[in-house]
């Protein structure tokens, strides 16, 4: 099945610097790429997403890019906020299937 | 619209007990999913489902049911609760798994 990795666990940066969160996927054939972002005891909502005929995404201050001959992509967000402290997850679905996996998670601290 | 609506907010169970989580949606949404979220795991598929009568495993299935008799409802039972199983539960839906899932607002089960 569809295996996702994302870096960095936590990421901490200073009020309108870029964040840059990556993952990378295993099946070749996965075609769509959400991210979510999770504020603290909240529900996991969806932020942007890609898919495979795309190359970038943008909406805002935030951008996806994806690269699918290394099987990464990458969210980016620009002029950070401390609004935008959040847990963000990446997710892949499975080429031809019915799953979406995710990531483990990004704990982003946007710090005044 | 009430969007995805999950109950229990809280539950606390003994090993061995049973229960039923509760999932509803009235978005008239087709694909409807439970995950699990555990600190550092992200968020694990348990199962789902494309439509009423039709069920599919996800990645970690083991001690978990699901049915879909209508479109509206998706309810998750553990059958013997082991505290393995201790976790924050989340209900979604969405017309397509290419599509925004919207989560529930999550259950909290803690087995003792």
């Known amino acids: 099945g569809e295996n996702v990795e994302q870096h960095p666990s936590t990421l901490s940066v200073q009020e309108g610097d870029s964040a840059v969160i990556k993952c990378t996927y295993s099946?070749?054939?996965?075609?769509?790429f959400p991210w979510y972002k999770q504020e603290l005891g909240k529900r996991p909502q969806l932020i942007i997403d890609?898919?495979?005929?795309?190359g970038e995404k943008k909406d805002q201050r935030i951008a996806v890019t994806l690269n699918k001959t290394a099987k990464h992509f990458s969210l980016h967000i620009t002029e950070t906020q401390p609004e935008d402290s959040a847990v963000y997850f990446c997710?892949?679905?499975?080429?031809?299937?019915?799953?979406?996996?995710f990531g483990t998670g990004t704990q982003l601290k946007v710090e005044l | 619209n009430a969007g995805v609506t999950q109950t229990p907010k809280f539950q606390v169970l003994k090993t061995g007990q049973s229960m039923t989580l509760q999932c509803a949606q009235d978005?008239?949404?087709?694909?409807m999913s439970w995950y699990r979220q555990d600190p550092g795991m992200g968020l694990r598929l348990i199962h789902y489902?494309?439509?009423?009568?039709?069920?599919d495993q996800g990645e970690v299935p083991n001690g978990y049911n699901v049915s879909r008799s209508t479109t509206e409802d998706f309810p998750l039972r553990l059958l013997s609760a082991a505290p393995s199983q201790t976790s924050v539960y989340f209900c979604?839906?969405?017309?397509?798994?290419?599509?925004?899932?919207?989560f529930g607002p999550g259950t909290r089960l803690t087995v003792l």
């Open positions: 890609i898919r495979s005929n795309v």
């Open positions: 979604a839906s969405s017309y397509s798994v290419l599509d925004t899932q919207y």
């Open positions: 978005m008239n949404h087709e694909y």
């Open positions: 997710a892949a679905r499975e080429g031809g299937g019915n799953k979406l996996t």
């Open positions: 099946d070749s054939a996965s075609n769509y």
């Open positions: 489902s494309v439509g009423a009568g039709i069920t």
